[in-house]
């Protein structure tokens, strides 16, 4: 069980392990030939902070829209407002949010999928089974800083890594390299190795230290720097400090240097936060592969899902506004990916704290609930169709898992599945899925067709 000492322990600095300050760090990754360009593997994850809406995200055009209108109420969406989706998966027609409606192609072209009714679990759950209290279920469940823990993998082993994070340290050392585990921002569990740290690469590379510009390593403020960041102690905790020091400049000026080497994708990303960190990951990758570089995950957490009140409309904040964002700038990610030549190498996972109720709250809102719909897009994804069991919309269906009945529903795969079948895809071996995901011994089935065999 997750312990309060150990939330209470979880922060720290961010930058990579092992990395040489300066210069020479540049040079070593720049000699980096294009044969081993060639195996390059990249998995992005956008996290929807706050809890996006998975009702109003994927919804049933067949029956079924009957039973998700009279259950959603003011939340509900006129079919026509909907970006349909080609031919029936999971046993319904589907159309998505108007707002996604430039992903509509994407799932047309097979390059994009849906996963239905994903979340975390420790074991195999029915809504049935959760009524009766018959089975173990994740702690904390509802809590947005404890979900968004748990479903970037902070498990009930008193563990406050993430499934990413401790995926990478094992992969075969032969795909292993210092900048795998990267954040855009400060949020880092996903990437959170047990025995490594993480590197944090802002959009702008982090450039400018105070006078130092990290792009000119040979002037004499980046020097001191430099410097600065080669400095030995005796005591631990000086010496602690020095090494995360030196390791956070030496990730600066790498990242840096590969945003300047960079080219602005031609892509129409949009405006804003997301659109910007989109674009600035786009530009660089095709830099990574150049270098070498074999295996990385990158943590994008934007956005303020948590509508209680005003989801519609809008409103800087609505779900619509926001999923407009989203829909703009992912979709031109992967036109950036496939015109750098990376459409095949990279995956972009959608995730989000949790789901929301299928009945609406008294603001003109969603409440916070459990099992969500999650996309995957790139060259990589079995795309054109969803993943799993959809759900039964309808309040006190079998699928709920609420006393109430307001339409929590009951995850029918596990976010450990979907992280397992993307990290074996990375290359973690098969044999140590059950380090990386420990809750996945109580499931027979391990990963989900997710991707292209």
Partial sequence: MITRRRLLGSGGLLSAAGLAAGAGLLGSWATRGEAAASDYRALVVLFLQGGNDGHNTLIPTDGAFSDYTLARGNLALAKSSLAALPGSAAGH?????????????????????????????????????????????????????????????????????????RALELLPSTLRNPISAVTMSTQRTLVLGRHSRVSFMPRDGARYWGAADLAQPQSANSQSINRMAQWQFANDYQAEYARTFGAAVADSTLFTQALMQAAAPAADFGSGDLADNLRALASVLPVFKAQGIKRQVFLVSWGGFDTHASQLGSATNSQDTQLA?????????????????????????????????????????????WGNHWFALGGPVAGGTVHGSFPTLTLGGPDDGDQNKNGRMVPTIATDQVGATLMQWLGLPANLVTEVFPNLVNFNQKTIPLLRA
């Fill in 325 to 369: 964002a989203v829909g703009k700038a992912t979709a031109a990610f992967d036109q950036a990916m496939q015109a750098g030549g990376l459409g095949d190498n990279v995956v972009t996972l959608m995730m989000s704290d949790f789901g929301r109720t299928l009945r609406p709250g008294s603001g003109g809102g969603s409440e916070h609930a």
């Fill in 93 to 165: 027609t589907f159309a998505l949010h108007p707002g996604l409606a430039p992903l509509a192609p994407l799932y047309q072209q097979g390059r994009l999928a849906w996963v239905a009714n994903v979340g975390p679990l420790v074991e195999p759950a029915t809504a049935a089974q959760v009524l009766a209290s018959a089975v173990d279920v994740p702690p904390f469940l509802l809590s947005h800083s404890d979900q968004v823990a748990i479903q970037q993998g902070w498990t009930v082993k008193d563990d406050t890594s993430g499934w990413a994070g």
